[in-house]
């Protein structure tokens, strides 16, 4: 999964499996498909009323398609300056990898099969 983001500099991040995908801020749980979460969190998000940047718009959730592991990905929004998106897995207890890119600033999820 990759992270497309705007602005500059490296963003800070956190990603690890959770038991139930809960919106940070309302506390409201995200349904999801599949049988495992992955929680990443971006941090040093900014508002898109803040920065000028425009906030997402595409489809919300993302479906897995073409990937035989990953059955959808849903970006829950920004809270305190941290961006908060889940990836819904087939199974659970896949080793992963996270990276990030510049030009454009990206974050990068690499999820072993």
Known sequence: MVYELGGTGVPGFSVRYADVAVQEGSGNVIPMAGNSILEVLITGSGYPFDTGLA????PNPLPGEGS??????RISGVFEGTTQSFIGLESG?????VSTLSDPTRLVVDIEH
Request: hydrophobic letters at 20%; aromatic letters at 14%; glycine letters at 14%.
């Open 55 to 58: 906030e997402y718009d595409g």
């Open 68 to 73: 035989e592991l990953v059955t959808e990905t």
């Open 93 to 97: 207890g896949h080793q992963f990898t």
